[in-house]
């Protein structure tokens, strides 16, 4: 079955640290991948999506991701945590071209220290 | 573009009540989702529609759900009888076909934050 996972439900990183919220699915064809970002008491908002262009994708807010199709990942970074980065992120699949919906991930909530 | 836009923003009610959320996609969107939102479930798809017609309701908990598209412009998700189970977030989310110059990420509204008593 086609599932998105992401590792660690609850991620806690220093201020100023490198973030890494980690994004794997389940498919033999390379689907459209998001990142969904959401802060408290607001739905979601788009972060950066991989659309089978350039591999290294970067959004809003200094993040980026990576399509590793051998992996079958598409981690997100962040080379320095800031406070405003403290929300709920979630991973995102299309998987099938004629299917416009998206599996999510459960999601992972970013806690920054400072 | 305005977003997606729904109603009420918070609704408390009383068990048995019936209750009624509301979503104007974004214009040109062709395509319409209900997700609900819970700690212990996470995000789940209700139901999404095509052009006004529904697609996959295979999520929807119950016969106490029911959701509609009477036109292209306007959606609602109608509990009844509610349960306090139903408390949670429900957001609406919008987007166009899958094509060449549309990579189809879903617009999120701001959600209705249900709290059934």
């Known amino acids: 079955a086609q599932s998105v996972t992401q590792l660690g439900s609850h991620v806690s990183v220093s201020e100023g640290a490198l973030v890494l919220l980690r994004c794997n699915y389940s498919?033999?064809?390379?689907?459209?991948l998001f990142w969904y970002v959401q802060y408290p008491n607001q739905g979601l908002q788009l972060l950066l999506k991989y659309t089978s262009a350039a591999t290294l994708v970067k959004g809003i807010n200094g993040f980026e991701a990576e399509f590793k199709k051998s992996e079958t990942s598409f981690h997100l970074t962040k080379p320095s945590a800031h406070m405003s980065d403290a929300a709920e992120y979630f991973c995102a699949v299309r998987f099938n071209f004629g299917n416009e919906k998206l599996t999510f991930g459960t999601g992972t909530r970013l806690t920054i220290i400072p | 573009d305005a977003g997606v836009i729904q109603s009420p923003r918070h609704e408390v009610t009383e068990m048995g009540q019936e209750v009624t959320l509301r979503c104007k996609p974004i214009s040109g969107h062709d395509y319409l989702f209900w997700y609900r939102q819970t700690m212990m479930r996470g995000l789940e798809l209700l139901i999404y529609?095509?052009?006004?017609?529904?697609?996959?309701d295979s999520g929807m908990p119950e016969d106490r759900f029911s959701a509609k598209m009477p036109n292209a412009s306007f959606s609602t998700l109608k509990i009844q009888p509610s349960e306090p189970r139903d408390s949670a977030v429900y957001f609406c989310a919008s987007t166009r076909r899958l094509a060449e110059y549309n990579t189809g990420e879903l617009f999120f509204g701001e959600g209705s934050r249900l709290t059934v008593l």
């Open positions: 498919s033999s064809v390379p689907p459209y």
């Open positions: 529609f095509n052009n006004n017609v529904p697609i996959d």
